[in-house]
């Protein structure tokens, strides 16, 4: 089983850019998709970008498109989420989760998360 943990978050303003990071130990680190996931106060946790285990296949979630980039290096074992023009409604705690299958936006179908990293977009 794949152990996650994220980092890079942090407090920046309106039209700043984060970029987080994904670590991952143990498993085996190509069987898996990797997703983004995120959880406003008071809202449910919703799934923001994955890509697949070459690196080939994505999907965004329509807030991020054109803003959010995600890659992944295999050999280091990372994902990375390029996070660009951030707005506050991007705050959230952010989750990296990985999954075998099933649906990418789905968060049940994702095996192992990340304990998440506090974004918070504000002036």
């Known amino acids: 089983q794949v152990q996650l943990v994220e980092s890079g978050g942090g407090l920046v303003q309106p039209g700043d850019s984060l970029t987080l990071s994904c670590a991952a130990s143990g498993g085996t680190f190509t069987h898996y998709a990797i997703g983004w996931f995120r959880q406003a106060p008071g809202k449910e946790r919703e799934f923001v970008v994955d890509?697949?285990?070459?690196?080939?296949?994505?999907h965004f979630t329509d807030s991020v498109k054109g803003r959010f980039a995600i890659s992944r290096d295999n050999t280091k074992r990372t994902v990375t989420l390029q996070m660009n023009s951030l707005q506050p409604r991007d705050t959230a705690v952010y989750y990296c989760a990985a999954r075998r299958g099933g649906s990418y936006s789905v968060a049940r179908d994702y095996d192992a998360w990340g304990q998440g990293t506090q974004v918070t977009v504000s002036s």
């Open positions: 890509i697949g285990w070459l690196g080939r296949s994505n």
